[in-house]
Structure formats: structure tokens, C-alpha cells
């Protein structure tokens, strides 16, 4: 089966474009900055689903709140777990975003220049989200009665919002493992028919609300909690009950949308590997399921007891998804990146040839340098001064006709020049040029006269 | 880009770095005088400060590297191996410092109710050390990008960071941050405050002195810094190919800085002496002043910066210096990556030379729109038609005559494909955006903005 695929790959990356590396090492080893990756990416996920979780349940307990005043209290109460979890969520992205930029340079900014808009509007997207969190969180006690819909509003427009970014990224890190396709994408709503974007997202979101339900079964049924101030008319039991069924149903309709991530991954980068991590990660999900049905039917009295066994569990089964989804980006990225690595070495070969070629003297190549000469230093001059014709400056008959028998003159003049006349824009000094060059410069435009080869261009002029 | 880095730049210096120890001061001052309103006060200037720097300050300073992907992706990219540990490190204090800015408002209200208020001030401080420290750290890498030191004969990040001009830059962003930070106080004053209580005359007049305290360093630290520049470009260039242009904006650096310290001590002083005469509408000129003053300050690091994007090593169209005599030889669109045409016939010229302009201009210049290649020909040539042999000596010696301008990174061949491709649009204006957008034109060209040309 795979040795079919591999002749699959070849023909298949025969489309893709291969652009060079950057010509500089890596600070430290690709494997370290790999394994720095997943670490520091599962971080800053688990932030990014307590924030975009967290916000959807907040909505969702406000509207029920509206008949059932109680969940407005515990809506409110989640609200307020987001102000943390979304900043830590943003300082925790810079770390995985760095080392994905650095392992991964040419497929990362190639993904974000094909969503070039889309990449950049994640920005004002978020800092609106943010806003429209804070604004929802603070005016909770303010918006009520015929502003309470209003408020709900705001809270669903932080939601949306939240719910929108994630596509964006998705999308870029969905079409970064596909080269191929590179040159078929013309922005972002066309780089979401490549791969498979939706089943992604729709994973993420799941995974969002069974952690927020964890978290928020650990959060409000620890008996520090001071439910009497917030939530009167909750005890932690029942808070946990809750929140650890949140997390239950969530997971058990990740059972529908991982077979389906997994069966519509694109087949290049499925390996036997892989399959292996992604059903061990399958059957741990349902080990947390059993966990998490045990203690939700326990009493009162003895549930949250294994809550820290049900939090190791599903930590389990985030790190073996977490590492099934980094060995699918490298093994449909490795016959690229080798391509990538040999189209590199090959040109930094020619490079230092060359150089070699001009450090012995040789030139670069196809024309032997020789001396400068007043034709070839006027190459300098000629974007604006012609014999016979007003470019950009005064012609060279002019120019002889003022500095006739005086090479030096020019020479003073183009070392420091000064703007002389209103219809011309002022003339860049020349000093740099040395004063070999620039003997030879003046004495060839003293001595130029109109050749044939200029009439032409003059004729065309006219 | 420019619009990201702007507000950035703004928010870290006057929130960010300045702000939160005015905040902790007068946190300080109410907790030691035993006054309960400037405690609150304190508390509803570190709520605006807290929206605004969790928010805009935050992302838009990770949209600076969203941004810089997508215009220097070569650019950034290397940076970003050279820096890796600055940027690490910068890292690590950016989530000590947010989580900081976390804990100093959200337990505000908690730890005075319990009389833990020392600790509280405590954090104050810690997190007035963190802000600074993030700026202390990117300065580094701002300051190498102007003046590389000598990295490129030791590579090593050391070297890189402390670069000639860094002392001097830091100083004057401190300072600078600082000064601008009472104003931004002061206008959060005016609107937390009724007009005419004692509690606004108050901390205007203590937010002014603190402002005072400020212009004797930012005198000093903007003298240096506006010494030290002409000098570290010439480390990069010849002195010779300094311009008349950076003579000029160096000038107006000058005006600029003292008009902004002027107005400083002019307002400041009224401040700390008279706090009733002030109306909010008078903060605004100092304001106005500071942000032009900053604004033109980053437009000139961006000028000294040219022709590179990471001085001597890569120019601003990301080639590298090392690689310029190999593309010039055997030509760039033979090296390219995302082209159409790999070598100039006589057929495709016009084809051809749209190549070269994606692939060596467009990374600064668009055909008609902004910084566009046909204004600046008709600067040059004005309306007539456009000598081409003109135009080919321009383009082969532009890097001579335009200082900022990197050297055509192409051959004979490719620059007479340029010069008519530039000709047909002199008479048929086709609307090229910069590279990174150019998908909305012609895929295939796009990612040049990755692979290098």
C-alpha cells in the first residue's frame, strides 16, 4: 500500500513549485526546534480552547439564562475565566509560531502569502474579539432588562468572532503541507477547498468545549470556589456534574468527527506510524469516556474524586493527537523539504564558485572585467545626461560648451554638486566614484560626440 | 504594515514602558498619604491601561510578525535564525509581562481589601521592570537591522545585539517612553477626574512633575542618539553616499526633537505649577508632537536601513549581497522560482520583463499605485516617450545615484525586458500590487514572496 503512495508522492510534488531555502542555519538542531514546536503548540492550543470553549458556553448559558435566571449567574461566572485565557492564549501562540516559522520558513510564509488579506486581518479580528470580551464581561450587571439582548449580542459577536479565527489559521496550516497546490490557490476562500479545512475545524471546536467542560468541572467543583458569593444557587457537586457531562457528550461526538478528520486527510502523508498513534489516541479517548461516565454517576460525596486521573487521561490523549498531527505535516512535507534542501545546496554550490572565480581575479564569469574606462563610467551618468538630447539633465554639447578645456571643473561639480537649474531635479554627487573614474568621465564627456547608434535612439525620440 | 507597527510602537512606549510606573507611583503615593480616591484613581487608570495593552498592544505587536511575513517573508525569516535566542528570551519576559499586567489589576481590589498592598505595589514595580525589559530586548534587534556591527565577520547573536547603536536608541526610547507616558496619564486623568476637584490639580500636578523629572534624560539621551546615526551609517556605507535626502531628514530630526521638548517642558511646567489653566484640548499639541516626533523617528531608522533589509548581508528586494554577482551573471529569473519566463528571448521581452518586476521591484514598488515605478520615471523623464538606453543605464547604475536603492540584481539581457516591460506601461498602465498580494493578479508569481528570487 505504501510503496504505491510513494510513486504517488513523486508525481504528484512534479507540480509544486520548489523555491529555494534561506541561506543561513538553523539556530539550533531541526529535531529540537520540532519537539520545542509540539511542546510549546499544545500550550498555547490549550489556552486557545479554553478561550474560544469558554465563549461559546458563556453565549450558551446566557440565552438560557433568559428564562432561568441561575445560568445567567453561571454564564457571567465563565465570562470571567476568559479575561486570563484568552492573553495567555495570544503570549503563548509567539513561541509555536516562531518555531514553526523557523523549521518550517518556506512553507509557512508561502501558506501566508497565498491568504495574504485573510493572514493579516487575524490581527484586527482578534483585538475586536478582545474588545467585544471585555465590553460583555463589564457591562453584565449594567445591559440588563431591554438591554439584555443587546449584551447577548456582544457576547455572541465575541463567540463568532473567536469561532472565525481558527479558520484562518487552519487554513494556513492545512495548505503549508501542500505544495502541489500551491499555484491553484488564489487566496483565502479558495485555499479552503484544499486539504481538508472543515473536518479540522469542526475537531478543534469539539476539542474546545471538552476542555472548557473539564476545566470548568475542576474550576467551579473545587471546594475553594466561594460559590456563596457568586453562586448561590449552586453547590459544587452539581456544578461538577454539569460541566463533566459537557465534556462527555462533546467527546463522544469527537467519535464521529476524528474518523472522519482522519479518512479525509489527504493520503500522501498517511502512514503506518500514524495510524497506529492516532488509534492508541482513540482508544485512550474512550478509556476518558468510561473515566468521565464512572464519575458522573458517582454521588455527591465522591464525585471530583478521580477528576485528576480524568485530567491525566485526556492530557494523554492531546499528546498523542498533538504528535499524530506533527508526523502527518513532516511525512507529506519530506519529499518537498528534500527537493527544497537539494535546489539550495546546488545554488550555494554555484555561489561560492563564482566567488571564488572573483576572489582569484577571474571575474564572474561570462565577462572578463577589465579597467574602467570614460564609456564605461559613464554608464553612471547616462540615465540622465545623453550628447545630444535633454534627458533628465543638460546634454554633453551643452555641458562642453561650459566646461571647455576644464575636465577639473566637472569634476569639482560632480563631487559636490549643487541644483542650479528650476527644471531639472538635483543631481546626486558622485564623490564615491574615485577620482581615476572620474578623470576618465569627464575627459570622455569632453570628447563625445553624437554616434549613429544615438541618432537612432534620438530618432525614435522623436 | 506601517499602520500595525505605528500604533504598536506608540501603545508600548506610552502604555506598555512609561505608564505602568506612573500607575504604581501614584499607587504608592495614595497608599502612603492614606487617600482612598487616588487609589481609586490609580485603579481606573490601570483599567484603561489594562484594556488597551492586552488588546491592541499585545496583538499588534505579534501583527508586526504576521506583517513582516508577508512583506520581508526572507527577510524576517533570516532575522529570525540569527535572533532565535534574543527572540526566545523576549519571549519568555512578553508572558512574564503579560501575566504581570494580569495579576496588578485583576487582584488590585483583593489584595488591598486584605491589606497586602505593599506586595501589590510590589508587583507594580516588578512589572515596570518587565515592560521595560521587552523593549530593552527589541531595541537589540531594531538596532541591528540599522547598523549590523560586526556580525558579519563573528555571526554571533552577541555581537549582532550590542551593536553600536544600541545604547544610544535605547536611552532615547526610555526617555521618550516616559515623557509621552504622562501625557497619556494626564489625558486619562481628565477623564476619569471632574473638572476643578483637587484630585485632578493634584495628579496633574504630580503626573507633570514626574514628566519634568523626564526632559533632562530625553534632551541628553535624543542629542546622542541624533550624533550616532550619521555615524553608524557610514559604518555600512561610504560617507560619501550619505544623501542630501537623510542630511534633510537628519535636519528635521532635529527641529522636531526640540519642537516635541519644547512643548514637553512648556505643558509640563504649566502642570506642575499651574495645573487649572490646562484643558485636555492643550494635551493634544504636545501629543501631536510626540507622535510626529516618533513617527518620523522610525521613518528614519527605516531610511538608514536602506538598501538593506538586514545591513550587509540582504537588501531590501531580499537578495543577498553574496549571491548579487551569481544572479547578475547567469540572471535572476534563471535562479527564480515562481516565474513564467526563465530566460529572455527576443519573443517574450515584454513577458519577460513583468518577470524581472515582480520578482526584483515589487517588493517595494507597485506598477501604478503606491511607490509606483512609473511616477518615478516620470520624475525623471517627464511625459515624453521614455529613452531606453536612458533607462538601461538607470536601472544598471541606480544603487550609485539612488543611495537606497539595492543594485539591479539581474543580467544585460533581463534589464533591456525591464526597460520595455516599464515602457508599455508608461502607455498602458497595468496595475501590479506588491508581491505579496500579487495573487490577485497571477498566482503563479505569488509565493516569490517566499523562495527568495
Given at each position: 500500500m505504501f510503496a504505491g503512495l510513494t510513486g504517488k508522492i513523486i508525481s504528484v510534488l512534479a507540480q509544486a513549485p520548489v523555491p529555494r531555502d534561506l541561506d543561513l542555519p538553523l539556530p539550533i538542531p531541526a529535531a529540537d526546534l520540532k519537539i520545542l514546536l509540539v511542546i510549546t503548540f499544545l500550550a498555547h492550543i490549550l489556552f486557545v480552547n479554553l478561550m474560544v470553549g469558554s465563549s461559546v458556553l458563556t453565549v450558551i448559558f446566557e440565552v438560557i439564562g433568559l428564562s432561568s435566571p441561575r445560568y445567567d449567574a453561571l454564564a457571567k461566572r465563565i465570562a470571567h475565566t476568559i479575561t486570563v485565557n484568552k492573553s495567555l492564549a495570544v503570549v503563548l501562540g509567539v513561541g509555536p509560531l516562531l518555531c514553526i516559522s523557523l523549521v518550517y520558513t518556506i512553507h509557512f510564509y508561502s501558506a501566508n502569502a497565498l491568504t495574504g488579506y485573510a493572514w493579516i486581518s487575524v490581527i484586527p479580528l482578534v483585538i475586536l474579539a478582545f474588545l467585544a470580551a471585555y465590553l460583555h464581561k463589564y457591562t453584565w450587571d449594567k445591559w440588563?432588562?431591554?438591554y439584555k439582548r443587546m449584551h447577548v449580542g456582544v457576547g455572541l459577536t465575541a463567540a463568532v468572532l473567536f469561532l472565525c479565527i481558527p479558520l484562518i489559521f487552519l487554513s494556513n496550516i492545512n495548505l503549508m503541507?501542500?505544495?502541489?497546490q500551491w499555484v491553484e490557490v488564489k487566496g483565502f476562500f479558495s485555499s479552503l477547498r484544499v486539504g481538508n479545512v472543515f473536518p479540522r475545524l469542526f475537531h478543534f471546536l469539539a476539542a474546545s468545549i471538552a476542555v472548557t467542560g473539564l476545566f470548568l468541572a475542576g474550576w467551579f467543583g473545587r471546594k475553594s470556589y466561594p460559590l456563596g458569593d457568586n453562586l448561590p444557587e449552586f453547590n459544587h457537586s452539581k456544578l461538577r456534574r454539569l460541566f463533566y457531562r459537557v465534556a462527555f457528550y462533546v467527546t463522544l461526538a469527537q467519535l464521529f468527527f476524528g474518523p472522519l478528520l482522519l479518512f479525509t486527510l489527504p493520503a500522501e502523508g498517511v502512514t503506518g506510524t500514524l495510524l497506529w498513534l492516532i488509534l492508541t489516541g482513540a482508544a485512550i479517548a474512550i478509556a476518558f469516556l468510561y473515566l468521565l461516565s464512572r464519575e458522573i454517576q458517582a454521588d455527591d460525596h465522591a464525585i471530583g474524586n478521580k477528576y485528576v486521573w480524568t485530567v491525566i487521561v485526556f492530557t494523554l490523549v492531546v499528546v498523542a493527537m498533538g504528535t499524530g498531527r506533527h508526523l502527518y505535516r513532516e511525512s507529506s512535507l519530506s519529499a518537498h523539504m528534500k527537493l527544497i534542501e537539494d535546489r539550495s545546496d546546488t545554488f550555494h554550490a554555484v555561489e561560492l564558485a563564482t566567488h571564488m572565480r572573483i576572489d582569484a581575479g577571474l571575474g564572474v564569469g561570462d565577462a572578463l572585467g577589465g579597467g574602467p574606462t570614460g564609456e564605461s563610467v559613464f554608464r553612471n551618468c547616462a540615465a540622465c545626461h545623453a550628447v545630444d538630447r535633454v534627458l533628465a539633465a543638460p546634454s554633453l554639447i551643452e555641458i562642453q560648451s561650459i566646461y571647455k578645456g576644464n575636465p577639473d571643473g566637472i569634476i569639482e561639480w560632480a563631487k559636490a554638486p549643487g541644483k542650479k537649474r528650476p527644471e531639472f531635479a538635483p543631481m546626486p554627487a558622485f564623490a564615491h566614484l574615485d577620482d581615476e573614474r572620474l578623470r576618465l568621465v569627464a575627459d570622455y564627456m569632453l570628447s563625445a560626440t553624437a554616434s549613429p547608434d544615438k541618432d537612432e535612439a534620438s530618432s525614435e525620440h522623436n | 504594515m506601517a499602520v500595525i507597527a505605528s500604533i504598536h510602537v506608540f501603545i508600548n512606549h506610552a502604555?506598555?514602558?512609561?505608564a505602568y510606573p506612573i500607575v504604581t507611583l501614584m499607587e504608592y503615593r495614595g497608599w502612603k498619604k492614606g487617600d482612598g480616591a487616588w487609589d481609586e484613581l490609580a485603579y481606573k487608570v490601570t483599567f484603561a491601561l489594562f484594556v488597551v495593552t492586552t488588546t491592541l498592544g499585545a496583538l499588534t505587536g505579534v501583527g508586526i510578525w504576521f506583517s513582516a511575513a508577508l512583506i520581508a517573508p526572507f527577510g524576517i525569516g533570516s532575522l529570525l535564525r540569527v535572533f532565535f535566542w534574543g527572540w526566545f528570551i523576549e519571549w519568555i519576559v512578553f508572558i512574564s509581562e503579560v501575566i504581570l499586567i494580569m495579576i496588578y489589576f485583576l487582584s488590585w481590589k483583593r489584595m488591598s481589601a486584605s491589606g497586602r498592598k505593599r506586595a501589590h505595589i510590589g508587583i507594580g514595580v516588578i512589572l515596570s521592570v518587565f515592560s521595560w525589559l521587552t523593549m530593552a530586548i527589541i531595541v537589540g534587534i531594531l538596532g541591528f537591522m540599522m547598523g549590523s556591527g560586526r556580525w558579519p565577520e563573528t555571526q554571533s547573536l552577541f555581537s549582532a545585539f550590542f551593536n553600536p547603536i544600541y545604547l544610544p536608541q535605547l536611552a532615547f526610547r526610555t526617555a521618550f517612553a516616559m515623557g509621552v507616558a504622562g501625557l497619556c496619564v494626564w489625558f486619562l486623568i481628565f477623564f476619569f477626574t471632574s473638572k476643578g476637584s483637587g484630585l485632578r490639580h493634584g495628579s496633574v500636578r504630580y503626573v507633570s512633575r514626574w514628566m519634568l523629572v523626564w526632559i533632562i534624560p530625553f534632551v541628553a539621551a535624543s542629542v546622542w542618539y541624533w550624533k550616532v546615526v550619521p555615524a553608524a551609517m557610514a559604518a555600512n556605507i561610504d560617507v560619501a553616499l550619505v544623501t542630501q535626502r537623510f542630511t534633510q531628514w537628519h535636519e528635521t530630526l532635529a527641529i522636531i526633537m526640540f519642537c516635541a521638548i519644547g512643548a514637553l517642558i512648556l505643558v509640563a511646567g504649566a502642570g506642575a505649577l499651574k495645573p487649572k489653566l490646562l484643558t485636555s484640548i492643550l494635551l493634544f499639541v504636545p501629543l501631536l508632537l510626540g507622535l510626529w516626533l516618533l513617527g518620523h523617528f522610525e521613518r528614519v531608522r527605516e531610511f538608514v536601513r536602506k538598501p538593506y533589509v538586514i545591513a550587509d548581508?540582504?537588501?531590501?528586494?531580499?537578495?543577498r549581497v553574496s549571491e548579487l554577482p551569481v544572479l547578475q551573471r547567469d540572471g535572476v529569473l534563471t535562479h527564480a522560482t515562481y516565474v513564467n519566463n526563465h530566460t529572455v528571448t527576443s519573443g517574450n521581452q515584454i513577458g519577460a520583463g513583468r518577470d524581472v518586476f515582480v520578482v526584483t521591484c515589487s517588493r517595494c514598488h507597485t506598477t501604478t499605485g503606491i511607490n509606483s515605478v512609473v511616477t518615478k520615471f516620470r520624475n525623471l523623464y517627464g511625459e515624453q516617450p521614455w529613452d531606453k538606453n536612458a533607462m538601461g543605464a538607470f536601472i544598471h547604475t541606480m544603487h550609485t545615484s539612488r543611495t537606497f536603492m539595492p543594485p539591479f540584481p539581474g543580467n544585460d539581457k533581463e534589464a533591456d525586458a525591464l526597460v520595455a516591460y516599464l515602457k508599455q506601461l508608461q502607455v498602458d498602465h497595468e496595475f501590479i500590487l506588491a508581491a505579496q498580494n500579487s495573487w490577485t493578479v497571477k498566482?503563479?508569481?505569488?509565493t516569490g514572496a517566499t523562495g527568495g528570487p
Open positions: 440588563t432588562g431591554r503541507l501542500f505544495p502541489q | 502604555f506598555a514602558v512609561g548581508y540582504m537588501y531590501s528586494n531580499g537578495v498566482p503563479a508569481e505569488v
